[in-house]
């Protein structure tokens, strides 16, 4: 691996991070369920990022059909949850 995507790579790590960092602090003190759902899932596409950060340094290419199964997992929460929220309106 070259030294540059190296770099790269521990600079991704550190912003996707410090973006988790955020928006569990946020989830925390959300002023409702709407901020605290969106931040939720935004904490889990954070940990989802940092784990192909993770699966490019390593190249494993086995782990990048994990990493589509988590994206498609997620979206259909976020579906799930925000029919929830809706109480099931359009």
Same mark, same amino acid.
């Given at each position: 691996? $070259?030294?540059?995507?190296?770099? /790269?790579?521990? !600079?991704? #790590?550190? !912003? @996707?991070?410090?973006?988790?960092?955020?928006?569990?602090? &946020? =989830?925390?003190? *959300?002023?409702?369920?709407?901020?605290?759902? %969106?931040?939720?899932?935004? #904490?889990?596409?954070? +940990? /989802?990022?940092?784990? @192909?950060?993770? %699966?490019?340094? =390593? *190249?494993? #290419? %086995?782990?990048?059909? =994990?990493?589509?199964?988590?994206?498609? !997992? *997620?979206?259909? +929460?976020?579906?799930?949850?925000? &029919?929830?929220? $809706?109480?099931?309106?359009?």
């Amino acid at each position: 691996m $070259s030294p540059l995507l190296t770099v /790269l790579l521990a !600079i991704g #790590t550190v !912003i @996707v991070a410090a973006s988790m960092l955020m928006a569990a602090a &946020r =989830v925390l003190r *959300g002023p409702d369920d709407a901020t605290r759902a %969106v931040m939720a899932d935004l #904490t889990y596409f954070c +940990a /989802l990022a940092l784990f @192909v950060l993770f %699966v490019i340094r =390593v *190249g494993s #290419t %086995v782990a990048m059909d =994990v990493v589509m199964l988590g994206s498609l !997992i *997620g979206v259909l +929460a976020t579906v799930a949850l925000s &029919r929830l929220l $809706s109480r099931g309106r359009r």
